[in-house]
Structures are given as C-alpha cells and as structure tokens.
C-alpha cells in the first residue's frame, strides 16, 4: 500500500532543510551593518592577520574609537578577545570600519558595540594555517587602509 501523505512529508522536510537561513548579522539600536568583506553569510572564513570590512550606516567618529573609547569590537573566544583597533576609512555613505582579525581568534560571534548607536553580533568563521579566502566567489579580502599622511 502507497503512502502518498508520506511522500510529502519528505518533500516538507527536504524543502525546510534547504531554506533553513544561516546565522545571521544581528543588530540593535539604529546600528545597521550593510555588507561584511569578506561575506561572512556566504561562508567565507577568515585566518589571523586577515583584514575584514563592516559597512554601515553610521560607526561613529575616529574620535570615538581612541583608547579611550566605550566602543568595542570583540572577538571570540567568550568573552572576547581585548578589543581591537578599527579604522574608520569612510564615514558616510556606506560607513566603512577596517580590522584585522587578531591571533586567538576563534569561530564564533564577532560583537561590535558603537556607543550611542547600537550593537551587532557577526557570525565569522575562523581558520587556522595557510589556505585562500578567494577559492570562494564573494570571499575577497578588503585591501588594507592606506598609511595615513
């Protein structure tokens, strides 16, 4: 005896199974992040010393972002790894920060906190070794920040 109720049911699952979303970037406040370099929700994996690029609509100033800054942007492992220096290479139209990925970074959550603004959580994925971020379309790393004059 044929069971068509069961066929759909392996169709329903297939289905979700497929358009199941992949962790998304999270924000709160009026912090939106636009565009990841590389593209963290294609799948793009990033190694210690790369550059990374968060565009957005607003980061701030460069003031904002000295030592003495309430900004941060965390690494994983939890609870984050010290905060890290970013560069604000555009502050408008997209908002553009430049990091480099520190040593010890981990798979995980990247947290950015803007003061006054809002906050974000970035999934990333993070290797270790040699290997290229370009074997996969979209996973180009942004050029470093040219040396201030």
Do not use: Y
């Not at 565009?35 to 994996?45: F, I, R, Y």
């Not at 502050?91 to 798979?107: C, E, I, K, W």
């Not at 803007?114 to 974000?120: L, S």
Request: glycine share 10%.
């Amino acid at each position: 005896m044929k069971r068509p109720w069961m066929l759909g049911l392996l169709a329903l699952l297939a289905l979700a199974a497929c358009t199941s979303q992949a962790p998304r970037i999270k924000t709160s406040g009026s912090l939106r992040i636009l565009s990841v370099q590389p593209d963290v929700e294609a799948g793009c994996p990033v190694r210690a010393g790369d550059w990374m690029a968060l565009k957005g609509n607003a980061f701030g100033t460069p003031e904002d972002w000295g030592d003495n800054g309430p900004n941060a942007l965390l690494f994983p492992p939890e609870p984050g790894l010290a905060p890290q220096r970013v560069e604000l290479t555009k502050s408008s139209d997209p908002a553009t920060l430049l990091f480099v990925v520190p040593a010890g970074a981990q798979s995980g959550t990247l947290r950015l906190h803007v003061e006054g603004i809002g906050d974000a959580e970035i999934p990333i994925e993070v290797q270790s070794g040699v290997g290229s971020s370009l074997a996969i379309p979209g996973c180009e790393l942004p050029p470093p920040p040219e040396p201030a004059e």
